[in-house]
């Protein structure tokens, strides 16, 4: 069964490095997400991407951060000056068109120092 | 932000018996519904949805229902199997059925299901 994959499992960088998030989405999904989860909070939505270009994005998703998806088979996530605050798991999510389910990767957990 | 809300932060059932997870919503503009069980480690996996069209979907061992005037749904997974210990986390969106859109969704905090063999 397709997956989404990330890439790398676990990230650590200190305060103010830039760091970039890599995914492949399934590969005839459209839609591709980003989501991440603090530790013992809730999974909450980043940015969602369609045709190139982002459909919506969150409070959180300020300057610091961007996404791109540069051939036909990666998506990117990345922050540009991390924070300590920063620090959680990232989830990449796509489907495919229509009201269909997301489907996840297994994330990359992102800890700043 | 308390929009999808699971207020059982855990739950223990016996193997073999019936597991029912809860879950309240409060924005009415929610037509799809989705629940996702997560191991540790792992992403969330989808198990099942539903629309707002429709008031109960089963697959197999999982029944979702959803009661529209209540803003309530419920996963019921039957019988219970010690393999599906995991955090359930119930999931919520605003444009499951506006035809081909991307859409964002609302989680809940998730309830840990323990099932004892």
């Known amino acids: 069964e397709p997956e989404v994959t990330q890439t790398p499992s676990h990230q650590v960088t200190q305060m103010g490095q830039e760091v970039i998030l890599r995914c492949v989405p399934i590969s005839n999904h459209l839609y591709f997400y980003w989501y991440r989860q603090i530790l013992g909070q809730k999974v909450e939505f980043l940015v969602s991407?369609?045709?190139?270009?982002?459909?919506?994005k969150s409070e959180i998703f300020d300057d610091q951060f961007s996404v791109e998806r540069p051939d036909g088979s990666n998506f990117t996530l990345k922050i540009r000056s991390t924070k300590l605050e920063d620090s959680a798991m990232y989830f990449c999510a796509s489907h495919r068109a229509g009201p269909s389910p997301l489907h996840f990767g297994n994330g990359t957990r992102l800890t700043v120092t | 932000d308390q929009q999808v809300k699971q207020n059982s932060p855990s739950l223990s059932v016996q193997e073999g018996r019936i597991s029912i997870l809860n879950c309240d919503y409060t924005?009415?503009?929610?037509?799809?519904f989705l629940w996702y069980k997560k191991y540790p480690a792992e992403g969330p996996t989808f198990l099942i949805s539903i629309s707002s069209i429709k008031d109960k979907n089963e697959d197999g061992r999982f029944t979702v229902f959803l009661n529209k005037s209540a803003k309530h749904l419920s996963l019921h997974i039957v019988p219970s199997q010690p393999g599906d210990s995991a955090v359930y986390f119930c999931a919520a969106s605003a444009r499951g059925y506006s035809g081909g859109s991307n859409y964002k969704l609302t989680f809940g905090k998730g309830t840990l299901l323990t099932v004892n063999p």
């Open positions: 991407f369609y045709n190139n270009e982002i459909s919506e």
């Open positions: 924005n009415s503009m929610f037509d799809y």
